[in-house]
């Protein structure tokens, strides 16, 4: 319960902040049109991916939209100014942290919100998957019927992200006074500052299951760099898909 309920106080902190100039950090290439990667939501990855989905499911990034509804982390908003009684799920000076590709193609619309694009989901991290998709199941065909890998730098270079820092800077470090060189106005007020509670550690937040979500072991589809710095650890405690997932 202690993680799960600090956890809950890290999404918060997006609110009112970072959200529509972090978005932009998010996705390189803002404003290129059909250039623009699309995001296709989170039951596009969960086909293939069930477990990462269903364990996705049950953490706080999962429920991060939740926090901004009425009556919702009442003693953080009143701590920052914000009124505990309002619903800020629809306010576009928050929702940009709590939902997964806000202002971007394909992504979270608060004027037809898309149920699969609630919450900090797998795009929000991994980037937009319209590009890369495919070649996620094309590579899974090969392997299983040849034994043949695909490289990894595939996948980056269709835009999957393997570095995450960025991404969960642009909403977890945008306040004012922040050390990370990345930020804009307008800030969140969710800051260190305000409370410790708030500060960010990306190597411990990574390794939170219970914001993040638990990773499963991987057959070896993929091979060669860019790996993320913690792949090895993950790997080395990950549990096997089960077989009736269908991965």
């Known amino acids: ?3 799960r309920r600090s956890g809950r106080k890290r999404i918060i902190c997006a609110c009112a902040g970072a959200l529509l100039v972090g978005v932009a950090l998010l996705a390189p290439g803002a404003g290129t049109g059909s250039t623009e990667p699309a995001y296709e939501g989170q039951k596009k990855c969960g086909s293939c991916h069930r477990s990462e989905r269903r364990s996705w499911a049950k953490t706080v990034h999962a429920r991060a939209l939740d926090s901004l509804k009425a009556g919702a982390e009442l003693e953080a908003k009143r ?3 914000l009124d505990p009684a309002k619903d800020y799920s629809s306010d576009r000076n928050c929702i940009g942290c709590h939902v997964t ?3 971007k193609e394909g992504g979270y619309d608060p004027a037809d919100p898309g149920i699969y694009l609630v919450g900090v ?3 929000s991290c991994h980037g937009p998957g319209s590009r890369y998709k495919l070649l ?3 590579a899974a065909e090969k392997f299983e019927k040849t034994g043949q890998p695909t490289p990894r730098q595939a996948l980056a270079n269709a835009g999957q992200e393997f570095g995450f820092l960025d991404r969960c800077n642009a909403c977890h470090m945008n306040y004012e006074g922040s050390p990370w060189k990345g930020t804009r106005k307008p800030f969140t007020p969710f800051s260190p500052q305000v409370d410790p509670k708030y500060r960010f550690d990306f190597d411990k937040a990574v390794r939170n299951d219970a914001a993040m979500h638990e990773h499963f072991r991987l057959e ?3 091979t060669g760099p860019p790996l993320p710095p913690f792949h090895k650890d993950f790997q080395a405690k990950a ?3 089960a077989k009736e997932s269908g991965e």
């Open 239 to 241: 549990r096997p898909v």
């Open 220 to 222: 070896g589809v993929f």
């Open 79 to 81: 701590k920052v100014g």
């Open 136 to 138: 996620h199941r094309e």
């Open 101 to 103: 590709g806000f202002g």
């Open 1 to 3: 319960m202690r993680g």
């Open 121 to 123: 989901g797998c795009e």
